[in-house]
């Protein structure tokens, strides 16, 4: 079954203390993405990856940081995780649509950060 | 710098109404189109997508959605709407061969029994 997982899927801590988020996906798919979820502002992309080392910054990169150092995996990690980076987390991986030159995209469960 | 506008922030229906919601984008080119849904507590799920071809796409839970570019618009559509449907409704427009989804701010749709 084509899964993209992460964890914590729900974790509560304090300013400045570093943390990291996990994100795997079983499809060997090359592009993978990190959006960042609050109310009234919708998805807003954080980071996104191509393929194996190569990343580059969405919308909102600001305190975020990203590795791509294998395909399965996109670990997004905050160095010094602030109150305003609490939110809601996606991780997602895009897939080339059967029969065509389109995509879609799949949503991990999600991950719920509050920094105190 | 492009964007995708929903019209609406909360909608709230009775049962068995019929719903509209608004989406549209400000790019210019080549585009696909999605509505995302997602209820409460949970991931987001693909309603329903839009590549090329036919502009009235049918999607999963009696759900459609018209494309029509003249208006930049790709507005979600449901007959007759139950309680299970209520949620929030993302819009999302990808751009040529680049790999970003761009969202709309989203609606939340809220069903009345």
């Known amino acids: 079954e084509a899964q993209v997982t992460q964890n914590p899927r729900y974790l509560i801590t304090v300013t400045g203390k570093k943390l990291t988020v996990t994100c795997s996906q079983n499809?060997?798919?090359?592009?993978m993405s990190w959006y960042r979820q609050d109310p009234g502002l919708g998805l807003r992309q954080i980071y996104y990856?191509?393929?194996?080392?190569?990343?580059d910054k969405g919308d909102v990169p600001e305190g975020y940081k990203v590795s791509r150092k294998e395909k399965r995996n996109f670990p997004l990690i905050l160095e010094s995780p602030s109150p305003n980076q609490t939110s809601l987390y996606f991780c997602?991986?895009?897939?080339?649509?059967?029969?065509?030159?389109?995509?879609?995209?799949?949503f991990g469960p999600g991950t719920r950060l509050t920094v105190t | 710098a492009q964007s995708v506008s929903q019209h609406n922030h909360h909608v709230i229906l009775s049962e068995a109404a019929s719903l509209e919601l608004g989406c549209n984008y400000s790019?210019?080119?080549?585009?696909?189109l999605f509505w995302y849904v997602q209820y409460p507590g949970q991931h987001l799920q693909l309603l329903l997508k839009?590549?090329?071809?036919?502009?009235l796409v049918k999607g999963i839970k009696g759900f459609e959605a018209e494309f029509i570019k003249s208006k930049f618009s790709f507005n979600l559509r449901k007959p007759s709407v139950q309680w299970s449907d209520t949620a929030e409704y993302f819009c999302?427009?990808?751009?040529?061969?680049?790999?970003?989804?761009?969202f709309g701010k989203g609606t939340k749709l809220s069903v009345k029994p």
């Open positions: 997602a991986t895009i897939i080339r649509a059967s029969g065509g030159s389109s995509y879609e995209q799949y």
């Open positions: 499809m060997n798919h090359e592009y």
């Open positions: 990856s191509m393929n194996v080392e190569v990343t």
């Open positions: 790019y210019g080119g080549t585009v696909n």
């Open positions: 839009y590549f090329s071809g036919d502009p």
């Open positions: 999302a427009v990808k751009r040529g061969s680049q790999g970003n989804l761009i």
